[in-house]
């Protein structure tokens, strides 16, 4: 599989990496794990990313991996652990980290990102933004000059905050997930500019939107969904007639599009099986996108360049509401996967 330049960090990472969410007991557990993980190298695949909000992924994925000789760039997270979670304990943020290398059977951890920095509601980790400061750059700091850790990173949802945490030059690697996909361009505007800026690897999260892209009946059933605005309905009706006139697949099209900007370093992928695993890697091989399908799914992109404030990150699509808003929504959202 072809290799990218991960930013400053000088890291070759695999076009395609693996997503932790799934190295869990979410989906098969340790054997399975082992197989998908043992199966990604086979196909070229160096690096997985997982963190301790994941289930139980890094004890998981820590088994998965104790056997396998071959070389893994392996990244994780502070944020979440333990509960309750204080992002200003500096002594828990290491204890974390120390528990991340127990549980991944790691002498060093390659990348470790702040997770959610740019939602201060959920975790607040500065004490200041202007100039940027809290306990845990410190804690950073130490643990690189220590070896522990080699290179930093933030993996965040938003565009703004983002943006901001990017240009403060003090990470190594940035994870935008939710924000830049075939459909949803928000990340192009600002934060994936910055970061190429800064020079640092990106990483991008949830290609397939979670797998709401993926579910083509779905999406063809945009148009009874009334808790869509009115311009997304339409958007999501002429990304099903791209599909079809393409003879694509969701995954093919969504992966093929990511792997299209050459700012984008590597693309984790959450698969359950090694199936899925093989037809991710097998439509990544076809390379990026023909010119008139990436131009015409640029056009649909535009149609909606931002989402509608009651629109949530993860559309699930499928699902028939009594009224167009979302207050009775959150308990039904479910967690995307690619097709079986």
């Known amino acids: 599989m072809q290799t990218r330049k991960l930013g400053r960090t000088g890291l070759d990472v695999s076009l395609l990496s693996i997503g932790g969410l799934y190295t869990s007991s979410l989906a098969g557990g340790v054997s399975e794990t082992k197989r998908i993980m043992q199966k990604a190298i086979d196909l070229g695949i160096n690096a997985v990313d997982t963190a301790p909000a994941y289930a139980d992924s890094e004890m998981t994925l820590g088994n998965a991996i104790a056997d396998l000789s071959a070389p893994l760039i392996v990244t994780t997270k502070l944020g979440g652990r333990p509960t309750p979670f204080n992002p200003q304990d500096a002594d828990a943020l290491r204890a ?17 990102m702040i997770h959610e920095p740019d939602r201060p509601q959920q975790y607040p980790w500065w004490t200041s933004y202007d100039p940027l400061d809290g306990p845990v750059l410190e804690v950073l700091d130490s643990l690189k000059q220590a070896g522990t850790i080699r290179f930093t990173g933030l993996a965040g949802t938003t565009v703004n905050e983002m943006t901001y945490l990017v240009q403060q030059d003090k990470f190594d690697v940035v994870l935008t997930a939710f924000n830049y996909n075939a459909l949803f361009r928000e990340a192009e505007s600002t934060v994936i500019p910055a970061a190429t800026a800064q020079n640092m690897g990106i990483v991008l999260g949830s290609a397939l939107g979670q797998g709401s892209l993926t579910r083509p009946s779905s999406v063809s059933s945009a148009s009874n969904q009334v808790w869509l605005s009115a311009a997304r309905r339409e958007q999501l009706e002429q990304y ?10 969701p995954v ?20 359950k099986t090694i199936q899925q695993l093989e037809t991710c890697v097998g439509v990544v091989e076809k390379g990026p996108l ?24 993860i559309l699930p699509l499928g699902k028939n509401y009594p009224g167009p808003g979302i207050a009775n929504m ?3 959202v479910q967690v995307g996967k690619l097709p079986d």
């Open 240 to 249: 099903a007639r791209l599909l079809d006139e393409s003879g694509m697949t």
């Open 290 to 313: 023909p010119e008139d399908v990436r131009t015409r799914l640029d056009e649909i992109a535009a149609m909606l360049p931002y989402r509608p404030y009651e629109e949530p990150m």
């Open 252 to 271: 093919e099209l969504c992966l093929r599009f990511a792997i299209s900007d050459d700012r984008v370093h590597t693309i984790p992928i959450g698969c």
């Open 96 to 112: 974390s980290v120390q528990e991340s290398l127990r549980l991944l059977g790691r002498e060093c951890i390659d990348i470790l």
């Open 330 to 332: 959150g308990a039904a």
